[in-house]
């Protein structure tokens, strides 16, 4: 994905240049869960990882990251869990297919068509977070994960704002 465009001020007939350090090399992947549980306040739980561009590093998040990230939302949430998300082929791993079935006692899991960004409401969570990214000129990395981070913790404490994102993917929510 390219990072979001912007635009600036600046004098008539000057082109505006921002000097930015740095090969570029990094990155940073976050997992995201926008959760609901009747009589309690929505919550976003989340993963985050930081890809420094060091050799044999990953880059993204293994099923396992989306394991344990799945059994955090089961102990946050204190009861079972359906889960409704995309067609990441991380998501279709056997291991992670082996899991599920293990644990269908309190998981359920809905998979969505293979692209239907208007029906998960974690991709209303993105452009929250990247919203005015698009001037910010960081020294590293570890800049933007810390940016990233704040962005990620304020979000989580303002629940109607993740109440937004999961009525607008069509999803009641109920007492």
Known sequence: MRPPRARTWGRIGCTTVVRVRGRGSGRVSIAGMACYKAGHRSRMI???RVHRGRKGERKGFSWQDYRDLILRARI???GPIVLVWDNLSTHLMPPMKEFIAANEDWLTVFQLPSYAPDLNPQEGIWPLVKRGIGNL???NVDHLAKIVRTRLKKIQYRPHLIDGCLIQAGLEMGE
């Open 137 to 139: 000129a960081v020294a």
């Open 46 to 48: 989340y993963g985050f």
């Open 76 to 78: 946050q949430l204190g």
